[in-house]
């Protein structure tokens, strides 16, 4: 059964860096476009940001543009978020998604289980 298994999130600091994980496990998805999701306790999952198969098209949410980078490693079946100058309002659970390239959750077929993002002020 293939699964998504996101790490990294955490407690930090607004201003501070994290960089997140998802690891592809019991197959592959090198040839599929990969995305970032976010939830906020009593808001709707929104996009973050998207790469596709070769890393060549990234897109990302105005929110974060310029503050995070997405970025994969297929031969470690693995995409990366990093998140730099973090704010109060980046706090979430990340999911991370496979699929596609575009920012309706609707469009992707596979998730993740979620790791916690907290940025205190």
């Known amino acids: 059964q293939v699964q998504l298994v996101e790490s990294g999130g955490g407690l930090v600091q607004a201003g501070d860096s994290l960089k997140l994980s998802c690891v592809v496990s019991g197959g592959t998805f090198s040839s599929y476009g990969r995305g970032w999701f976010r939830q906020a306790p009593g808001k709707e999952r929104e996009f973050v940001a998207a790469i596709n198969w070769d890393g060549g098209y990234t897109s990302y949410a105005s929110s974060v543009k310029g503050r995070f980078t997405i970025f994969r490693d297929n031969a470690k079946k693995a995409v990366y978020l990093q998140m730099n100058s973090l704010k109060p309002e980046d706090t979430a659970v990340y999911y991370c998604?496979?699929?596609?390239?575009?920012?309706?959750?609707?469009?992707?077929?596979?998730w993740g289980q979620g790791t916690q993002v907290t940025v205190s002020s």
């Open positions: 998604a496979a699929g596609s390239t575009g920012g309706s959750a609707r469009q992707y077929d596979l």
